[in-house]
């Protein structure tokens, strides 16, 4: 059987309604799907924004009393950044310092009896020996402990008498060390 | 250019000029509720999303201070002893008196004579990120071995000194070591 579509409304011309009407039909008909699509995101929303509140409000609490604990430590937090501070300022101290007695326990196991030393003057890793001694191969000896220790870079002497009368050689030298 | 368009519109159907006119009136109502309505509510939330972020950054960064001084506070327990040696070292004031209570100490016990000792004036104090320097010069006699012994003991004691120079002169028996140095305090 044939099927028969009537409808008896008189059928609504838009075109031909004016402004006025044609806004109303449009707001009737699809206007109204638009808004409630736009309430549900806004209310969509509205839920996100409470549950991102609620946390923030939850984290402020926990904050406020991390913070509490961290007041609490705050002499330990001075305590250790003046102990830090110390260990550094001491590390650099004895960097730029050095042990005197190293030097000398080197001028101990090197020199020769029979050498007298006159004078010893320690300086930024500078060893100065003013001494003296009657047997000249006494010297050549000494530098030859100097050189074989392994703990110098330079030898240099600076100066060298042999005295006729008392029958003593003489001699100033600088011994540059290595970082000891 | 109106005309154009007048013109353009006489060319549509019925059905077509219905579409057009729905098209327009409702992407004119979307983009008016999308600037009026949806954009501030979008703007409040990525600042509660952004202060949220904010608010776990800071969290976390307490926690691990927490953490560290609870660490802390178990090292300095720990290493008492250490600290207490570091605080002699390098204490907070110039203490001259345990200063040559130490020099004088340490000269009895190495059976030395301290001839001189001297702090030097303010020109010399040097300071340096709350480091105080303070030249220290004195002078020693005494056999060499007993020279010596001083020295080492001045290097062992518990004050921290920078030797910058030592002189160790022999005049017929006397031996006298000229010392300049530096000790040091904290503000």
């Known amino acids: ?180 | 250019m109106i005309s154009k368009a007048t013109r353009v519109l006489s060319l549509l159907n019925k059905t077509e000029k219905k579409a057009y006119t729905i098209m327009t009136l409702s992407l004119f109502a979307i983009s008016l509720l999308s600037i009026f309505v949806l954009a501030p509510g979008i703007k409040v939330v990525a600042s509660f999303q952004k202060k949220l972020v904010e608010a776990k950054k800071a969290d976390s960064q307490l926690s691990v201070k927490i953490e560290n001084l609870v660490k802390a506070q178990q090292q300095l327990k720990k290493y008492e002893a250490e600290i207490k040696k570091l605080n002699s070292a390098i204490p907070n004031s110039l203490s001259q008196d345990i200063i040559l209570k130490r020099v004088a100490f340490i000269s009895a016990e190495s059976n030395t004579i301290v001839t001189e000792i001297k702090f030097e004036g303010d020109n010399s104090v040097k300071e340096e990120g709350g480091l105080i320097e303070i030249s220290l010069s004195f002078n020693v006699n005494g056999s060499q071995d007993n020279i010596f012994a001083f020295l080492k003991s001045l290097e062992e004691g518990d004050r921290l000194i920078k030797i910058r120079q030592v002189a160790i002169r022999k005049d017929e028996d006397i031996n006298t070591v000229m010392i300049e140095s530096s000790v040091f305090y904290t503000k």
């Open chain 1, 1 to 180: 059987m044939e099927e028969i579509d009537i409808n008896l409304l008189p059928k609504t011309e838009l075109e031909k309604l004016p402004v006025r009407k044609r806004l109303f039909f449009w707001i009737i008909k699809y206007g109204r799907v638009i808004v409630i699509i736009f309430q549900s995101i806004l209310i969509l929303l509205l839920f996100y924004k409470l549950s991102l509140h609620s946390q923030i409000n939850d984290l402020s609490d926990t904050i406020e009393q991390k913070v509490e604990i961290v007041k609490s430590l705050s002499d330990t937090e001075a305590q250790t950044r003046e102990v830090q501070k110390k260990i550094a300022q001491a590390k650099d101290i004895k960097k730029s310092s050095f042990i005197p007695s190293i030097y000398i326990t080197f001028l101990r196991q090197n020199v020769p009896n029979g050498i007298a030393i006159e004078e010893i003057i320690i300086e930024n890793g500078v060893l100065k020996i003013s001494a003296r001694s009657k047997y000249t191969t006494l010297f050549g000896e000494m530098l030859e402990n100097f050189a074989s220790s392994g703990k110098t870079i330079d030898i240099i002497l600076l100066g060298a008498k042999f005295g006729s009368e008392s029958e003593d050689f003489t001699f100033d030298i600088e011994i540059k060390m290595k970082n000891i």
